[in-house]
């Protein structure tokens, strides 16, 4: 079908062509002529035209022309005598032989088909061609039994298992045979690693109770890369990064592997799959040393969160850049990493090291990451110096964050106002302190400092103790220790926060968004009468909230109200 | 003093008992679908309830109970607490225009004859009275044939092809893995009832949901569930099933020997015999399975009835809109020329010759058919995925599903059995 669109389209441009030679000439071809009228949608002119050409060299742009026109009145089946026609006076005409069977076909005429399919096989014996077009139409037309037949005879022709392959995997997949059609679009890639993208289209669609059988099919011995591939391809489009790049780490390591693993690591980056992403530029490192690799393997990896597997990448002496832009590059991403790995004095060194005198942004950028570093292993005053000067200009939030860490509630709501565009942590932060009018606590400094120190438990228990400290913003402090709490899964320690929250503060904003909170775990647990219980009473405690919607769907799902 | 208080707690507390709750199903009403639910359960629970017809997109006048206001706030349906002063005047302006107020008596007992394991569609009653959060029973060919349908007041019928030939679906799913399940799980119900065929089951159950209508029950029949219901009935006596489905052709001269006076709503039509096209019969005017015949969809109009004159044609179209817009169905209308003279024509497509929502009485029972799957899902395919109705709480086409449900409520005679 693809290949018709593109013959006829390049018939279209080839006349179009044509029609500019031949425009200083007084005889306009007739294809030329009608596909002018065609274009302008004078439909039935067009088909007087496109008979006149069927007689010369356009024959087939000009069958293809008259298919088109016929469908747009609906009288596709005025073609059939004309088709039929052309077919035996061109046996071995593809594209004509096509047309005829889609017309008899989309005019129901099967057993008419049938004739004209083996017709045209006979007319080119041991030829794939009759066998393929025809399946393919079959398939188009959901007529599953008869595409069976056809590709059932083709095979038994020479190349005919390999050569219908892709056509008998459509096949499989539309009967949901999911590990016959895994099979077979392995057979057809591995004769035609074109078809990868074909495959992995049909495949994607397969349910998770069927990709057990897909994934049996493609990882069978002895490994094959197009197998593989597909595996990856079709992993990475069910969610599952890690289990992707798993079907292609152990390629071996050639020109082929290099290929495969490159491309998977810019899909997963594409998705942010970080971790996959830099697994697989390092084992394409292994093949070849390029620079640009290392850097983004190193960089995927302090995305992914592993800075100390971006040191290890940058610390690799077998493979480091050669030119002075990338080293610096190569250096940034070390200040990064170490900072992030807990280690803000190595980073401060390594920044000392690079200078950037001559570049002033990036080392403004750098400072405020080691500063991150520092604020990381808790310590505020090491972050502050290392800002400096920087820090009173600030406009990024830092200023603001690290006034909040040192309590001083006042500076922090200012600053971080002020920091342009407010990360969604700073929405957060600001949304708790215009809950209070206090202008210093340290113990709420200290629970964000735990959280941005990735300290949950401390954090959460911080937020609780602040709580006890700041009542006016009780209520938005202890949603956000329960939220910390249910964040890591720890549902017991979750529900009586937010049994606090309803109980001593319903008055407050936070008391429908704890309660729904609090429905959803008890129906996660499978406590359906609990979660109704909290469920009516949101809606009919805070009819005007703008969770009762929600509250419904989940009543909903209970079963009803 | 003492006198006075005791006076005024006295007033109170009659104003109190007086009040009711309108429930009005109009655009000032949030959730119309499940305004249906609520009244459901007030009549379920022992309580009257008031139709009003025509007044209000035909609202509902209930008791005014803690139970059934809590029950309305936690499905976000609007209701208005009226006393006896505003109902008189509701009363009073019913009076003198095309309105009317029919009292609501009894939960009908549900019946939705649907097979017991899901398939690759959904049905739009059922999905309707989950979502309204209206009990029912699940019934199929064991149940109708083991226990009959006496318990029943009410059964509706979706997308069964009585003519036991699967729908056609053979056509284009013929090896699709749940249309073949379906084929087993069909042929081993007839063996084990004791029928030789889909076919021959299939019939005998139509023949058994005649016979409940004809002795006072209530149907509801929607989609492909209409055609064949009629043809199954129509053709007692004629082979109308493909060879693929009973091992026999069907009768050639099967047209001439249907039997349509037999039939609820249809008369003198066509059979598709051919295993290839995707239709039963010409009543569907639509024809959305056969490419050469389809037609496009369109809108169709409720019609308006007396609502003193007759209230059952007038609580089959309440609604808040009177043209809905038209959806696919198996079958999605039915054709003018092949309505029986008695039917009543409920909603119908301007210049068109089909029809989109019938009634009429049949015995001592009554039958509405409604052309079309799913209101809110007018282009319907076998796989799409079941529509969520939490996302059209005030959908006109659905409320026509919930209208009959109610309507047996509304009627006094008990089922004759």
Redesign the interface.
């Known amino acids: 079908m693809t290949i018709g669109k593109g013959l006829r389209s390049a018939a279209v441009v080839a006349a179009l062509v044509a029609a500019r030679v031949v425009g200083a000439q007084d005889a306009v071809p007739p294809l030329v002529r009608a596909l002018d009228l065609e274009q302008r949608g004078r439909t039935r002119e067009a088909i007087v035209a496109f008979r006149e050409a069927l007689g010369g060299r356009d024959m087939v742009a000009a069958l293809l022309g008259l298919e088109r026109a016929y469908a747009d009145l609906g009288r596709s089946d005025s073609l059939v005598s004309l088709a039929d026609s052309l077919a035996r006076a061109h046996p071995r005409e593809t594209l004509v032989q096509t047309v005829r069977l889609r017309t008899l076909l989309y005019a129901r005429r099967i057993p008419d088909a049938g004739t004209a399919f083996r017709e045209w096989a006979r007319a080119m014996p041991n030829q794939l061609v009759p066998y393929r077009e025809y399946a393919r139409l079959l398939l188009d037309a959901s007529r599953f039994g008869e595409a069976d037949t056809v590709l059932t005879a083709g095979a038994m022709l020479p190349g005919g298992r390999v050569g219908l392959a892709a056509e008998r995997a459509r096949l499989e997949a539309a009967r949901g045979a999911w590990s016959a059609a895994a099979a077979s679009w392995r057979l057809a890639i591995e004769s035609a690693s074109f078809q990868l993208p074909a495959a992995s289209y049909s495949l994607g669609d397969a349910d998770e109770a069927q990709r057990d059988a897909i994934r049996g099919a493609l990882s069978l011995p002895p490994v094959s890369r197009p197998a593989r591939e597909l595996l990856s391809a079709l992993e990475l489009q069910w969610g599952a990064p890690a289990a992707a790049w798993s079907a292609i780490a152990a390629l071996p390591p050639d020109s082929a592997g290099f290929a495969a693993w490159r491309s998977f690591a810019d899909r997963a980056a594409g998705v942010e799959a970080w971790l996959p992403a830099r697994d697989a530029w390092r084992a394409a490192l292994r093949v070849t040393c390029d620079d640009e690799l290392l850097l983004r393997a190193a960089d995927a990896s302090i995305r992914g969160g592993d800075a100390r597997g971006a040191l290890t990448l940058l610390d690799d002496g077998a493979c480091r850049p050669q030119r002075a832009q990338r080293r610096r590059v190569a250096s940034a991403l070390r200040v990064r990493a170490l900072a992030l790995a807990g280690r803000p004095a190595d980073a401060a060194r390594t920044l000392d090291s690079l200078g950037l005198a001559d570049d002033p942004d990036l080392r403004r950028t750098l400072e405020t990451v080691v500063a991150w570093g520092w604020v990381k292993v808790g310590d505020i005053a090491r972050a502050r110096a290392q800002m400096g000067d920087a820090l009173d200009a600030d406009t990024s939030g830092v200023r603001g964050w690290l006034a909040l860490y040192e309590g001083d509630l006042a500076t922090a709501r200012i600053a971080l106002r002020e920091s342009g565009t407010p990360s969604r942590d700073a929405v957060l932060v600001l949304s708790a302190l215009a809950r209070t009018r206090a202008t210093r606590s340290e113990l709420l400094g200290s629970a964000y400092l735990a959280l941005a120190r990735g300290d949950s438990m401390a954090a959460a228990a911080g937020f609780e103790r602040a709580a006890g400290e700041l009542t006016d913003a009780a209520p938005a402090l202890v949603f956000r220790a329960a939220e910390i709490h249910a964040a890591r899964g720890d549902i017991a320690r979750a529900e009586p926060l937010w049994r606090t929250i309803v109980e001593r503060y319903g008055q407050s904003a936070d008391a429908p968004a704890a309660e729904l909170a609090w429905a959803r775990a008890l129906m996660a647990r499978g406590d359906r009468a609990g979660a109704r219980a909290r469920l009516e009473h949101l809606i009919l405690t805070y009819p005007t909230s703008a969770l009762v919607p929600q509250a419904r769907r989940a009543l909903d799902a209970l079963g009803g109200a | 003093m003492r006198i006075v208080v005791i006076l005024l707690l006295a007033l109170a507390a009659r104003v109190a008992a007086a009040q009711q709750l309108l429930v009005p199903m109009d655009d000032a009403q949030q959730n119309h679908l499940k305004a249906y639910?609520l009244t459901f359960r007030a009549l379920q629970t022992g309580r009257k309830a008031e139709w009003l017809l025509n007044y209000r997109g035909g609202a509902f006048l209930l008791p005014d109970t803690p139970e059934l206001r809590?029950?309305a706030?936690?499905?976000?349906i609007s209701v208005e607490s009226v006393d006896d002063g505003a109902v008189a005047s509701i009363r009073s302006e019913m009076s003198g225009g095309n309105m009317d107020a029919v009292p609501l008596e009894k939960a009908p007992r549900i019946a939705v004859y649907s097979p017991p394991n899901a398939l690759p569609w959904d049905d739009a009653v059922t999905l309707a009275l989950?979502?309204a959060?209206i009990e029912y029973t699940r019934i199929y060919d064991d149940e109708v044939e083991r226990e009959g349908l006496e318990k029943y007041d009410w059964i509706h019928l979706h997308h069964e092809d009585f003519t036991g030939q699967l729908n056609k679906f053979a056509v284009?799913?013929?090896?699709?893995?749940w249309f073949q399940n379906l084929r087993a799980e069909n042929e081993a119900a007839a063996h084990r009832l004791g029928f030789a065929s889909i076919p021959a089951l299939k019939k005998d159950v139509a023949e058994k949901i005649r016979r409940f209508v004809e002795r006072g029950g209530f149907l509801f029949a929607m989609c492909g569930a209409t055609e064949t219901l009629e043809l199954a009935i129509a053709g007692h006596d004629v082979d109308i099933a493909n060879e693929y489905s009973d091992g026999t052709p069907v009768d050639a001269d099967a047209d001439r020997r249907m039997d349509w006076s037999r039939a609820m709503a249809f008369k003198e039509a066509k059979l598709v015999a051919s295993p290839?096209?995707s239709s039963m019969s010409d009543i569907d005017g639509h024809q959305v399975n056969v490419p050469a015949r389809r037609q496009p969809l369109g809108q169709f109009t409720l019609f308006e009835f007396a609502a003193k004159f007759d209230p059952v044609a007038s609580m089959l179209v309440q609604n808040h809109r009177n043209v809905i817009p038209d959806f696919y169905g198996v079958t999605t209308s039915f054709m003018k020329k092949d309505l029986k003279p008695g039917v009543t024509v409920l909603a119908t497509e301007d210049g068109a010759p089909w029809v989109k929502y019938i009634h009429g009485d049949y015995g001592k029972g009554t039958w509405t058919f409604l052309g079309g799957h799913d209101p809110e899902d007018p282009q319907h395919v076998v796989g799409s995925a079941p529509t969520d109705l939490?996302l059209h709480p005030n959908s006109p086409g659905y409320r026509l599903i919930l209208n009959n449900v109610l309507f047996p409520a509304a009627k006094k005679k008990p089922l004759k059995t």
């Open positions: 639910g809590r029950q706030a936690l499905d976000g989950k979502y959060g284009s799913y013929g090896l699709a893995t290839l096209v939490s």
